[in-house]
Structure formats: C-alpha cells, structure tokens
C-alpha cells in the first residue's frame, strides 16, 4: 500500500506538470513550455536508469545545436550540453556518497594521471588568467564535458554490447546529418563555396563537420572485417565506407583528407609496433623546423603576398594555392602562428588564460604575414592546439598535451598486443586511429572545445583506459590457464 501511495504521489506530480505546461503553450503560445514535462521525464530518466540516458546523450551530439542568450555573452548546445549538467549533478552527489567509486587502477592509469594534471593546470591558468569571467566559463564547461565524456564512460562501456551500441548509435545520428547536409549541398551544386551553408545550424562550420565525419570514419574501416558470415551487413557497411569518403571530399577540408591518411599510417604503425615512435619522430622534425624558421628571423622569407592570398572559387585552385603560398586560410594560419609563438615569451608559465587569446594577439602579429581576414571577425584563435595551450595556458600545458597524444598512440600499442581477443584488438586499433584523425585536425584548429569533436577525442582516451584493464584482465587469464570469457 505504501508503494501504491508513493507511486500516485510520483504520478500525481508528473500529470500536474504536464497539464500545467499544456495550459501555459494554450496560453502563450510558445513551444519551448512543452520541453518542461520532457525534460521532467529525463531528469527522472536519470535517476531511473542512467545508462539509458547516457546512451541518449551520444546519439544526440550530431544533432544539437547552438543557442546564444543574452546577445552572445552566453550560449549553449541543446539537447547535449544540458544532459551534461544532469550527469554531472549526477556524478557529483554519487562522488560524495561513494568516494571509492573509482578502483586503484583507474587513478594508477597514466591516461587519467595526464588527463587530471591538464585539468588542474587549467586551474591554475584561470586563476592568472587576464579574462577571468571567460576563463571560469570555460572552466566550467570543461568540467561537465570531462565528466560526460572521459570520466562516465569508463562506467558504461563494460561488454562488448556496449561498445557496439556506442558505435551504432554514433553512425546512426552522424549518418543522419551528412544525409541532411548533402541534400543541402546538392541544392547549391555541391559548390566549393557553399560548403558553409549546408552545415549550418547542425555543425559550427564545416572544419567541424569534416573533422568529426574524419574521427568516425576509421572505425567503420576496423568493423568491416569483423562482419565475417554476415553479408548483408558486410555491403551495407561497404556503401557507409564510400559514402563517407564521398562526404569527406565535399567538405572540402584539406586537414580532414590528411587527416583519413595519418590515420591509417597510425593503424599500419600500430600493427609494426612503430606507433610508440610516431610522436617523438613528430616533436623532433616540429622542434628542427621551428629552430631553423626562427634562426635569423628566417620565417619573414616565408611571408604572403598580400595581393595574392584571396579565397578561390574552385578546390583544386584552393590545393594549388596552399601549396604555392598563396591560399588565403592558410597564410593566415601563420600570421596567428607567429603573434601567438611572441606572444608566448611574455606569459610563459600560466599563459594570458582560457579564452583570452582574441583580445591580446593583435599587437603580437608580424603586419607582414597579413592577410583579407586578419580582421578575425569570427573571433577565432591560433589554428593550432599546441600554440593555443601555450598561448592561453602557459608551457606546462602545451607540454602535457604534447605527452598525452604520444601517450595514446603508445598505450594503444600495447593495450592491442596484449589483446588476444579479436574484437577487442580491432577496437583498439579503430580507436587508436580515431584519436590519430582527430589530432591531425586538431594541428590546424583549436576543435577540442567544440561538443561534437570534443567529446569523440576524450571519449577515445576513456576507452582506452576501460581497454586497457580488459587486456590486463585477460592476459592474467591466460596466464592462469583459464577460459576467457565471452561477453
């Protein structure tokens, strides 16, 4: 009986805000009222199962959007970013009641040991920050994202099942909006020029957009051969392949084409067991180039010819420029290279803090490297991760970016020998790749703080961790001499 009360307390109040939305849309005539009683049922949803409402989260990043409040000074991406904030009120109030939720080998892991030390010098830099109401907001939401997306997944992906259920929901809703978007593009020709208004609303530009179609796409690359005895599945997944190269080309973003070959480099390096030298070789050729470009201010013999970086018309002229030096997006990237790199020198240790780099770099820009878009009307940053941790953050935090990507590909490595499952080995492989697509893109962007590229590279660096207990687990098995289990 006390159930049975308690159940028509529950229910009571569920009909009661349902009733009294209905009445507030009758009387107002706005949509947004009709959102209470949904967002009502998901808050009990977490409550209930939050798993279910985990996976609702991935499936719909590709499809959330951007609303600004407050001409701009606030903004937000719906449905994702509020399904965050539940989760992170979720994980907050579970943390305090159980501070054991996290076994000794998640803390000994030298994925989360980085992860958390970039986190606290994030800290620390928007302490010393010189825009402190921007940088506490980007703190704030660097903190559900992390706990959406890098802490909460080591708790739901645990079989096999869930690994596979991430992934189709992913290719489900990402599939879904290129769908959209070149049905857009289709309406304009698939012209080089109106790439931008065919993503909009959906993604924030179309870096994002081929970046994040890049990421996903190795995946599909490792669960082809997987599909063996299954060929319906094995065509479908075949047309998905062509379809996303196709949809990668008309994007028309050169970092993501790139971006597809250092992937499978890093598939091919993995199985060599070559991955662990990648990024070192990387930092090495990075660092020579950089000593060479600032001997005797030998970049300036690289400056563009004003008159001659302007946007083309067509893609391949756009190719051809960028490697004649003539491309307009590309020149541009070193006149924010060399502001941020004098930049630097001023604030090295705690950089001038997140979000900040806009309003300081100017002054720091060589006028020579100019080009028709250096007024930067969209406010955007260094084009380059290295250069904006440095920038906004200070050495420490470029320098542990710079460990954790050499990290990742390391750790993949040997999280994938020590695998004898199948299943499991081209997970790693695939999310190994993945992370290798993302960061290439990342080189010539700052998309970290994006939602919908965010998430995919922090959700790589989570899995890993949940993939590397698994192969120790199973080693041991075998070890012991006993049967590994199927899950």
């Given at each position: 009986m006390q159930q049975l009360a308690e159940y028509k307390w529950w229910q009571g109040i569920s009909l009661a805000i349902l009733f009294v939305s209905i009445a507030a849309f009758a009387y107002t005539g706005s949509y947004l009222v009709l959102a209470v009683p949904v967002i009502y049922l998901f808050v009990l949803l977490v409550g209930i199962n939050w798993k279910t409402a985990y996976w609702i989260l991935l499936f719909s990043i590709p499809f959330s959007i951007q609303l600004e409040f407050f001409s701009g000074t606030l903004s937000t991406t719906v449905p994702d970013e509020p399904i965050m904030w539940l989760l992170l009120l979720m994980f907050g109030v579970t943390f305090v009641r159980h501070p054991d939720i996290f076994p000794k080998h998640w803390w000994r892991n030298p994925l989360v040991l980085v992860v958390l030390l970039q986190y606290v010098w994030l800290i620390v830099a928007v302490y010393y920050s010189k825009e402190s109401f921007l940088s506490i907001k980007f703190l704030l939401a660097k903190t559900w994202f992390l706990v959406s997306f890098f802490v909460i997944p080591f708790f739901v992906f645990r079989d096999k099942k869930d690994f596979r259920r991430g992934f189709f929901l992913l290719l489900t809703a990402l599939s879904i909006t290129m769908v959209i978007v070149l049905i857009r593009h289709k309406a304009y020709g698939f012209h080089f020029m109106k790439v931008e208004k065919a993503v909009r609303g959906l993604y924030y530009n179309h870096v994002d957009y081929s970046t994040v179609i890049s990421m996903f796409f190795p995946l599909l690359l490792v669960a082809y051969p997987m599909l063996k005895g299954r060929p319906g599945l094995k065509i479908l997944l075949a047309v998905l392949i062509a379809f996303f190269l196709v949809a990668t080309y008309l994007t028309f973003a050169r970092a993501a084409m790139v971006a597809i070959v250092f992937s499978l480099a890093i598939g091919v390096a993995t199985r060599?067991?070559?991955?662990?030298?990648?990024?070192p070789v990387f930092y090495v050729c990075m660092a020579a180039m950089l000593f060479f470009m600032v001997q005797h201010n030998k970049y300036i013999d690289y400056r563009p010819n004003y008159n001659k970086t302007y946007m083309h018309k067509k893609f391949a002229d756009h190719v051809v420029a960028t490697f004649r030096g003539e491309d307009m997006s590309?020149?541009?990237?070193l006149y924010r290279w060399v502001a941020g790199i004098r930049m630097s020198q001023d604030r090295p240790i705690t950089g001038y803090g997140p979000n900040a780099f806009y309003y300081y770099y100017k002054p720091y820009a060589v006028t020579s490297f100019r080009t028709y878009v250096s007024r930067n009307l969209e406010r955007s940053t260094t084009h380059n991760y290295f250069l904006y941790m440095l920038v906004e953050q200070g050495w420490p935090a470029m320098i542990l970016y710079a460990i954790l990507v050499a990290l990742v590909f390391s750790q993949a490595q040997k999280i994938?020998?020590?695998?004898?499952?199948?299943?499991?080995?081209?997970v790693t492989l695939g999310i190994s790749m993945m992370f290798a697509a993302g960061f290439i893109n990342n080189f010539f962007s700052e998309l970290l703080e994006t939602h919908k590229v965010g998430c995919l590279f922090f959700l790589t660096i989570s899995l890993l961790v949940v993939l590397d207990k698994k192969s120790r687990d199973e080693q041991k098995l075998v070890a012991e001499g006993s049967a590994i289990p199927i899950s």
């Open positions: 060599l067991r070559l991955a662990n030298i990648v990024m590309s020149m541009e990237r994938y020998f020590r695998f004898t499952d199948k299943f499991y080995k081209n």
